[in-house]
Each structure stands twice: as C-alpha cells, then as structure tokens.
C-alpha cells in the first residue's frame, strides 16, 4: 500500500510542494493536499452553488474528522504564525506526526500576520507546537531557521532549510534574443505593498526607459490609465501561460519587486525573481528578507525599502552587464525542483 503525506494548509498552495512531491514519486509515496479552512468556504460554496468547491470543502471536512479516529498520520502543516487555530489543529493532531512548514521570519510575536494580539495562552500553544509537537520544521529562509532557534528551544539539528522550487524546465534563457536597453517588468500583483506607483511615477518621467507589468488587483485601472497616457509603459494584464510569460521574460533586461512591508506582510521569498533569473533577467528588489535569501551583488541589486529611484537613475546610465545575467541564469538552477527535493529528505525518516 502505498504510503500518504499530506499537507494541511488554510487555503493550499500546491506549487510551493514541487520538489517534495517530485521526492515522494521517487519513493512510490503519495502527496495528497487538504485545507483546514473549511466551514466559512463551505457556506460560501452553497450561496454561489459552486458544486466544485463544496465538494472540495466536503472532502477536506471528512479529512479533518478522520483525524480525530486515526493516528499515524503524516501530516505537513502550513499555517501563519500565531494563528489561534493552532488550538484546535492541535486536537485534531495529537495522535499524528506533524511537521511544520513556514517562511515566516519573525518569531519574537511582534510583527504577526494574523493576530492582532499575540496572548500568553496563544504563545504557550505556540511553543509546545514548535517545540513539542513538530517532528521537523521546514523553513524557506536560514533567517527564518535562525528566529525559532532563537526564540525557541528548538534545535539547529531540527529544522532543515528547504527553498521554494520550480520546474526550470519550463524557463529558457535566450541570450542572443534583442532586447530594448533599458527594459524593465514586474509581474505580480498590483497592489499598493508591491510598490507599483513608486514604478508608474518614475518610469513616467524618463521614457528612455521602458517598463511592462504584467498582473491584476486592486491598482489595475492606475496602471491603464498609465499605460494609456505614457508609451514607455505597457501593461499587458494577468498571463496565466508559462509560454508567453518566458516570451515576456526574454524580451527585457530586467525585473522589479519593488515591496513594501506592511504591519502583517513583507517579501517572505519572491517566485518571480527566480522565474525570471531562469530567463537572464536581472533581478531588483527591495532587502526584505526573501529577496535578500536569493539576490545578490554577482547578479542582482537590493535596496532599501523606498530607494527605488536611485537604483532606476543608476542603471539607465550604464550599459547592460551580459555577465550579471548570465550569473543570474546560473543562480538560479539552485532552486531546480531535483535539488531541492533532497533537502525535503528527513520527512522520509
């Protein structure tokens, strides 16, 4: 009988468990998702008669009560930090070995994403969760290993740094494809964190440069009205195809994450930059604490948070460096799904 892993998330994120599942299938093991997030989705589902997702939502109900009548269980846990549901998946956990996965990179219960108050009894489920409950801990960042070593008493030996991945075989760099000079795109979400109007105001007064964006939220009719007025700034809306994003990656030089942190989020990693290092392009970002895990001066920039224009200003006075993207390409074969999938090994053990 072949053997299953799960991963319990609030909402799932299947593309971040690439590697370990590529693992799994080596090993004749099964990665099967679920969500713990169930009841409000579920009455949501019934109100839009999304038969689809309540039937997700039913599966992932039954999972849940199965926990509480079965042990054994293997089960990789996703969830924010300081999040009160702790207390319950605690319960429904207690007869299963757990792991923990997380890119959160700040464990002294100041800057939480959930919890607006972080209370005394909250933490102590906190603690017996990392430090009683989990098998492992798998974190995306050294930086995030480094926090709950330290504020936990939680050992080195314990947590192993595992990176996102992806299929690098879907990204191809095209060296010799003529790109215009100073070409810049972002790809994200269009949201006010993103840093997307710092980008529409600069590129509006030099249009020797040009920049693309490629994305949807809450700043889409802005970056129209951008687009519209400015012929240096295009905006091509959300792309969903891996064909046309490579396309998009190989007609410029570079790309922007230009985030800001906010009381509950920063740039925990940044997909994006490694998809685009795939393709040459070079990476700029703002130092939160996910770029500043994958860039750095051989290949990329970083920059304070806000310090975008001095950067801009910089690089359009200067021709391009053919070796940064060519270091950029290399950089990042160090998230192909094969290599990553081996530092995923202790929840074979």
């Given at each position: 009988m072949t053997e299953k892993i799960y991963i319990l998330h609030k909402n799932g994120a299947n593309s971040h468990y690439q590697a370990l599942n590529f693992l799994l299938k080596k090993n004749n093991k099964e990665l099967i998702f679920r969500e713990f997030s169930v009841f409000g989705k579920l009455i949501k589902s019934i109100f839009k008669l999304d038969f689809k997702d309540f039937s997700k939502q039913i599966i992932n109900f039954l999972f849940l009560?199965?926990?509480?009548?079965?042990?054994?269980?293997?089960?990789?846990?996703?969830?924010?930090?300081?999040?009160?549901?702790?207390?319950?998946?605690?319960?429904?956990?207690?007869r299963h070995k757990v792991y923990y996965h997380t890119s959160w990179a700040n464990w002294d219960g100041t800057?939480?994403?959930?919890?607006?108050?972080?209370?005394?009894?909250?933490?102590?489920?906190?603690?017996?969760?990392?430090?009683?409950?989990?098998?492992?801990?798998?974190?995306?960042?050294?930086r995030s290993k480094q926090q709950i070593c330290k504020h936990y008493k939680v050992t080195a030996s314990k947590i192993f740094v595992?990176?996102?991945?992806?299929?690098?075989?879907?990204?191809?760099?095209?060296r010799y494809k003529i790109k215009k000079n100073y070409s810049f795109v972002y790809v994200g979400r269009l949201r006010a964190e993103k840093g997307i109007e710092d980008l529409l105001n600069w590129f509006a007064k030099n249009n020797g440069a040009n920049l693309?964006?490629?994305?949807?939220?809450?700043?889409?009719?802005?970056?129209?009205?951008?687009?519209?007025?400015?012929e240096n700034i295009s905006y091509l809306g959300y792309v969903n195809n891996k064909q046309k994003i490579v396309s998009i990656f190989n007609s410029h030089n570079y790309m922007i994450l230009n985030s800001y942190k906010t009381k509950k989020w920063e740039?925990?990693?940044?997909?994006?930059?490694?998809e685009g290092m795939a393709c040459g392009l070079i990476p700029i970002a703002s130092n939160h604490v996910g770029p500043k895990s994958i860039?750095?001066?051989?290949?990329?920039?970083?920059?304070?948070?806000?310090?975008?224009?001095e950067i801009l200003n910089s690089l359009v006075?200067?021709?391009?460096?053919?070796?940064?993207?060519?270091?950029?390409?290399?950089?990042?074969?160090?998230?192909?799904?094969?290599?990553?999938?081996?530092t995923w090994v202790a929840i074979l053990l």
């Open positions: 009560l199965n926990l509480i009548f079965t042990k054994n269980k293997k089960v990789i846990l996703g969830i924010a930090p300081f999040d009160k549901k702790i207390i319950i998946l605690l319960f429904l956990l207690k800057f939480v994403p959930k919890s607006k108050k972080v209370t005394s009894n909250l933490k102590r489920k906190w603690r017996i969760f990392l430090e009683e409950k989990c098998i492992y801990i798998f974190t995306v960042t050294e595992v990176k996102h991945s992806f299929d690098n075989s879907e990204f191809e760099f095209l693309t964006i490629v994305g949807r939220g809450v700043l889409e009719n802005k970056v129209k009205n951008y687009a519209c007025a400015y740039e925990l990693f940044g997909m994006v930059l490694i860039i750095n001066k051989q290949f990329g920039y970083l920059y304070p948070e806000g310090n975008i224009e006075l200067q021709n391009i460096d053919f070796k940064m993207k060519e270091e950029a390409q290399k950089a990042s074969e160090e998230y192909a799904i094969e290599k990553i999938s081996k």
